[in-house]
């Protein structure tokens, strides 16, 4: 908590944020759009690769025409299969996990400085547990018959087990404290009532299946999820931006903020209201992918320090790159067979992790 | 359980195989069970393919248990005379000619039959070949990219009288693969090749065999077979 406090709150030795004295603004300002530019080139260009690459093989030539004669340029001379490849299966994937990786990158910064914790993540509010209640109970119990599917139960879930947060929360007093402990107990409840339905009437292929669900896979991508999810993190984005000032007043306590005038109250609300339908969004396409929301927003403020504005797209675009490229391995390591992506999140970026943690040793 | 105790008993050589759930063999018996060692698990990986002969010996284990040797003696040859029959009808062709890929469950990664069980009896005796012979786990989790790559002639698809995963049941299966914009491009979708077998089919079992005539029949009336 102190070294997370010391990390936002303190000086930032690459400048940057509204508090950094004004000399040499212009030159900063061409940085982060240098850096900017640099990283969305990055993320486009991984996208590229990653569609190249895969189990079916296919030439990159192949792959330029079948992406360009869907984008209306040209003729691709392939076959049905593998125009399939390539446009209705990798370049949905790829993009979902870009978008996912970005989303919960995003939210999981905003957790953080919201609720001044660097242990936030965008499921320390009780939603991927909710989110894993509303599953087993249609998969299990066959709730919703039939109608409300898989990703339809766990979005339900996900938002009832926030709604509990909230409310707890409110009841306690809406400190960002008090709102973790709101979220802990709901995680606990949630947890209890999934193991619960599942020891009392699932059978071993039902506990699998469900199970290898939550770990996360971008495996069901398909185009209808690109945009449902493209679209809720680019609005969520956008709001966010728009508050991102007072998201940096935050880092200075809730006192503070609010005698700079800031609607402290709202602001709060309004923020975790929408990450946690980003969150919501995202697992119910994808499942409960861990470790990115977690540590990618603290590779981020290691390198554009800790102002909002600049931090939420980095954030994003480190994100998005990430997922891109661990998917991909997650989809060809074994070839043919598939590993949850949240398991390879862990195994690449654990150590990814450590390297950050040890440049970033210091005073705390 | 079962098989520890024919261990115990000294009837290794009439065992081909032993499955353990949670330990290591007990020590004194590991030099028995070395003797005769093909380790069979219900969901990994297999070192050598099931054959028959295994299912068969079970069947005659179950008979001596029951006292009803005969009737076991009947079922096992039996079981051998119609695998035997359908390995006759198909031994002309080439196993190349056609290619199948077997379908257990899960829409999202599919789950489809490995090399080695009962699927690999399946398809040894009805002369076609698994284009997921490649992978040794009994259902191995795939990608829909690698089964769209091998495209396989005629779907082989179970029909899971469970609901545990998306897609168990045949109706669920056929309807995803008609409208995913994905599998519809499969060949043997868009010929709507289809041959359909129980689980218990796909499984090792007496069932295995009733896989084999079914799938045997299957080429047949789809076409495929002159």
Same mark, same amino acid.
């Given at each position: 908590m102190a070294a997370g406090t010391a990390?936002?709150?303190?000086?930032?030795?690459?400048?940057?944020?509204?508090?950094?004295?004004?000399?040499?603004?212009?030159?900063? +300002?061409?940085?982060?759009?240098? *850096?900017?530019?640099?990283?969305?080139?990055?993320?486009? =260009?991984?996208i590229a690769v990653a569609i190249t690459i895969g189990p079916a093989d296919v030439a990159v030539g192949d792959v330029v025409a079948i992406v360009g004669q869907h984008l209306g340029f040209g003729h691709a001379d392939v076959t049905r299969i593998r125009d399939g490849i390539v446009w209705d299966l990798r370049l949905p994937r790829t993009l979902l996990a870009a978008v996912c990786g970005a989303g919960l990158a995003i939210c999981g910064a905003i957790m953080q400085s919201l609720l001044r914790n660097p242990l936030a993540d965008?499921?320390?509010?009780?939603?991927?547990?909710g989110a894993s209640t509303g599953a087993v109970l249609i998969v299990v119990l066959g709730v919703g018959g039939g109608i409300v599917g898989l990703s339809g139960g766990a979005f339900i879930g996900a938002v009832l087990a926030f709604a509990v947060v909230l409310l707890l929360a409110a009841g306690a007093g809406s400190t960002p404290d008090r709102v973790v402990l709101a979220g802990v107990a709901a995680t606990q409840l949630f947890s209890a009532l999934t193991s619960f339905i599942v020891t009392s009437?699932? %059978?071993?292929?039902?506990?699998?299946?469900?199970?290898?669900?939550? *770990?996360?896979?971008?495996?069901?991508?398909?185009?209808?999820?690109?945009?449902?999810?493209?679209?809720?993190?680019?609005?969520?984005?956008?709001?966010?931006?728009?508050?991102?000032?007072?998201?940096?007043?935050?880092?200075?306590?809730? %006192?503070?903020?609010?005698?700079?005038?800031?609607p402290v109250r709202w602001i709060r609300l309004l923020l975790l209201v929408v990450t946690a339908l980003i969150t919501?969004?995202?697992?119910?396409?994808?499942?409960?992918?861990?470790?990115?929301? =977690?540590?990618?927003?603290?590779?981020? +403020?290691?390198v554009v320090g800790p102002g909002h504005r600049r931090l939420l797209p980095t954030t994003a675009l480190i994100g998005a790159?990430?997922?891109?490229?661990? %998917?991909?391995?997650?989809?060809?390591?074994? %070839?043919?067979?598939?590993?949850?992506?949240?398991?390879?999140?862990? *195994?690449?970026?654990?150590?990814?992790?450590?390297?950050?943690?040890y440049r970033r040793k210091g005073p705390a | 359980m079962r098989r520890v105790v024919h261990l115990a008993l000294g009837l290794q050589d009439r065992m081909v195989g032993t499955a353990t759930w949670t330990d290591r063999i007990r020590p004194n018996l590991a030099p028995s069970h070395g003797e005769n060692r093909d380790d069979e698990s219900g969901d990994g990986p297999r070192t050598k393919p099931l054959r028959l002969s295994t299912i068969q010996t079970?069947?005659?284990?179950?008979?001596?248990?029951?006292d009803v040797r005969a009737k076991g003696e009947a079922l096992a040859a039996d079981l051998q005379r119609r695998l035997e029959q359908v390995r006759a009808d198909n031994a002309a062709r080439d196993p190349k000619e056609i290619s199948i890929a077997s379908w257990f469950a899960n829409t999202e990664s599919p789950y489809v039959a490995g090399c080695c069980g009962s699927s690999g009896i399946i398809s040894r005796a009805a002369g076609v070949r698994n284009v997921f012979a490649d992978t040794q786990d009994e259902f191995p989790q795939v990608?829909?990219?690698?089964?769209?790559?091998?495209?396989?002639?005629?779907?082989?698809?179970?029909?899971?009288?469970?609901?545990?995963?998306?897609?168990?049941?045949?109706?669920d299966k056929i309807r995803f693969l008609e409208t995913d914009p994905v599998t519809k491009r499969l060949t043997a979708v868009r010929k709507k090749r289809y041959v359909i077998l129980n689980g218990a089919d796909m499984n090792p079992s007496i069932r295995t065999v009733d896989g084999a005539e079914k799938v045997s029949a299957g080429i047949r009336r789809l076409g495929l077979v002159r």
């Open positions: 990390l936002r709150a303190g000086p930032a030795p690459s400048g940057g944020g509204p508090a950094s004295p004004s000399a040499g603004k212009t030159r900063r +300002r061409l940085t982060g759009t240098t *850096l900017a530019a640099l990283g969305l080139a990055a993320l486009v =260009l991984s965008p499921f320390v509010l009780g939603i991927s547990s009437s699932a %059978d071993a292929e039902q506990t699998r299946g469900v199970l290898f669900w939550l *770990l996360g896979s971008l495996a069901g991508a398909g185009w209808n999820d690109v945009v449902l999810c493209g679209f809720v993190c680019l609005v969520g984005l956008v709001v966010c931006l728009a508050v991102a000032p007072a998201l940096d007043a935050f880092a200075f306590g809730e %006192d503070a903020a609010a005698s700079l005038g800031i919501a969004t995202l697992v119910s396409a994808a499942g409960a992918i861990g470790f990115v929301g =977690l540590v990618l927003p603290h590779a981020a +403020r290691a790159i990430f997922l891109v490229w661990v %998917d991909t391995v997650a989809r060809t390591a074994f %070839d043919p067979q598939e590993l949850p992506v949240g398991v390879v999140t862990a *195994l690449v970026g654990v150590p990814a992790f450590a390297v950050i943690l | 079970e069947v005659r284990q179950l008979a001596q248990i029951f990608s829909w990219e690698t089964m769209l790559d091998r495209d396989p002639t005629v779907l082989v698809l179970g029909d899971l009288q469970r609901k545990s995963q998306t897609g168990d049941k045949l109706a």
